[in-house]
């Protein structure tokens, strides 16, 4: 079989891994943007004594997609929406509907991984688009939707935003997707991936799903693996017209979501306190984190998600390893063409005060 010349995907460490390889008692992992809280909410379910385990889960969640439907707001409708383990499987989804051999996807240079996998899955040619390269704007090094733009061909068939986008936390206007999705043809289906979407300040935009009755070619994916701390369950959803989300699920296994993050999902959606204290606390440590970057005059990315991308230079890969021999594990990112840079997860205060430490006697002791 063709290999089809597939970086694999590479997830953060494993700490029983680390713990091992270093003999260390204890270890932060601050490499796979989880929360680094549980809704007690959810904790109260999942401890309870019995649970139907023996029995298949809904195969229409439809109480949940209502749910969902709900609280995403926008006069959207449980039909709207469709459950996936995690929201990599609706990106998936999309791409096996969207993609062939003969078909051509923009991918924003510095893009989420998995994009470009499930792109090459279906033998679609990947054609990267420039990153935002003005050094000085907020957005440096994030998506350049003028370069999407002059890539378009008319093979194009899917293009891939992530917004907020992971790895350079960066965060374009909702306006600005909006006029660009106006400016295309209409044959091309747009994905809006807003896995992080919940970490942005007071709302400061809209969700792209407040388009998706106004663009056929839009489908829009959430995550339960960020701010409601659910990673482990696999649950994400799609939000996209009737007609698409009716095709999507043809993809779909019965069984595709399993029966305790379905009950999770529902209990995490609704525990609101839960979602605004995670915001306080990735805000709290957000700034405590960037302040001690602009002391050791570090530069960083953008700051919309629950990590921090910054800049190390030639040094990162010593500074990775001195970090995880010291028991911290960030992410390095040299798959991402980021070389320089390493990706810190904001975890608690104490966790981030440990990794500052840990960067601190770094750069004091290893010149
Ligand atoms: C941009 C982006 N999209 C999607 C995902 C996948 O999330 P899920 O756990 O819902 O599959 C991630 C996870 O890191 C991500 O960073």
Known sequence: MAT???????PGFNITDVQKKYNLKKI????????????????NYINKIKHKINLYPNSKPIDL?????KETGYRLSQKNIILGNGSNEILEFIARLSLDRSSEVIIPKHSFLVYEIISKLQDAKVVVSKPDLKISSPNYLGIDLISIREKI???????FLAN?????????KLSDIDAFI??????INIVVDEAYYEYLDTKIDKSAASLVKKYKNLFVTRSFSKIYGLASMRIGYGISSVKNIEKLKLYKQPFNTNLFAQEAAAIA????????????NNN?????VTKAFHDLSIRYLGTFCNFITFEAGSRSSELFKYLLKNGVVVRPLANYKLEKYLRVTLGTKREMNIFLKTLKSFYNNVK
Do not use: C, W
């Not at 061909?153 to 293009?159: G, H």
């Not at 709290?284 to 405590?288: G, L, P, T, W």
């Open 4 to 10: 089809k010349n597939i970086t694999k995907y590479s």
């Open 28 to 43: 932060i992992k601050l490499s796979s943007n989880e929360n680094p809280f549980i809704s007690s909410k959810v904790e």
């Open 65 to 69: 997609q209502s749910l969902i439907a």
């Open 153 to 159: 061909t008319p093979k194009t068939k899917l293009i």
């Open 164 to 172: 907020p986008a992971n790895p350079t936390g960066t965060f374009i």
């Open 182 to 187: 106006r400016s295309i043809p209409p044959s």
């Open 269 to 280: 959606i609704r525990d609101h306190k839960f979602v605004i204290e995670s915001k306080r």
């Open 284 to 288: 709290i440590v957000s700034e405590m």
